[in-house]
């Protein structure tokens, strides 16, 4: 399974921006799906998860009302649209595929597969 983000770059505060995780495989309709972040000297950081089928959505406390995850099974894609962003939405964004549980649990454990990373960054 590859990952391959994309969509981050430089806005300021208030402002949006939609990230996309492109997946290869034909298989992608039965991965539980999440985005992760990392911002320079911090620990990796869950954001949003999403289960296979897209009924089911998880957040962190600190973007909840803010971000929304959405994934699109018919084009292998999980997105993470990012509204009322904050400088401290600063960090490097990573999609993540939890592809030995199949049709598995919705969480931010078990990850086995992991995009290269887009970044993002937000100015005051």
């Known amino acids: 399974v590859q990952l391959m983000d994309s969509g981050g770059g430089l806005v300021q505060a208030g402002g949006s921006l939609r990230l996309s995780c492109a997946a290869s495989g034909r298989a992608f309709g039965s991965y539980t799906m999440g985005w992760f972040r990392q911002a320079p000297g911090k620990e990796r950081e869950s954001v949003a998860a999403?289960?296979?089928?897209?009924?089911?959505?998880l957040y962190a406390d600190s973007v909840k009302g803010r971000f929304t995850i959405s994934r699109d099974n018919a084009k292998n894609t999980v997105y993470l649209q990012m509204n009322s962003l904050k400088p401290e939405d600063t960090a490097v964004y990573f999609c993540a595929a939890d592809v030995d549980r199949r049709y598995g649990g919705l969480g931010f454990s078990g990850y086995d597969y992991w995009g290269q990373g887009t970044q993002v960054t937000v100015s005051s």
């Open positions: 999403i289960s296979w089928s897209g009924v089911s959505t």
